[in-house]
């Protein structure tokens, strides 16, 4: 069973800087493209990132490119989401996808950037 578990979430100011994880099992975590995606409360979801098979790469979306970094430790089965100048429309449950299927999201971790 794929299990994927995202954390490391919580409330942090504008300008601040937050770090995710997600942890998987179930699969074979260094034979997927692995993704972050974010549902803001209230609205669908949006793609944020994804990353190779062996981490040499990552894409963003326009939104957060600059500001996120997506890396992977494929010996601890663990995908990394750091967020760096925080706004207030990164307010979002926060989930990891195996490649680019939403429907395989786990657990979210919440984000909010309020003052």
């Known amino acids: 069973e794929v299990q994927l578990q995202a954390s490391g979430g919580g409330l942090v100011q504008p300008g601040g800087s937050l770090r995710l994880s997600c942890a998987a099992s179930g699969f074979t975590f260094n034979n997927y493209t692995m993704s972050w995606f974010r549902q803001p409360p209230g609205e669908g979801p949006e793609w944020v990132s994804s990353i190779g098979r062996g981490g040499g790469s990552a894409i963003y979306a326009d939104s957060v490119k600059g500001r996120f970094t997506t890396s992977r430790d494929n010996a601890e089965n663990t995908l990394y989401l750091q967020m760096n100048s925080l706004k207030p429309e990164d307010t979002a449950v926060y989930y990891c996808?195996?490649?680019?299927?939403?429907?395989?999201r786990g657990q979210g971790t919440l984000v909010t950037v309020s003052s």
């Open positions: 996808t195996k490649q680019s299927d939403f429907r395989s």
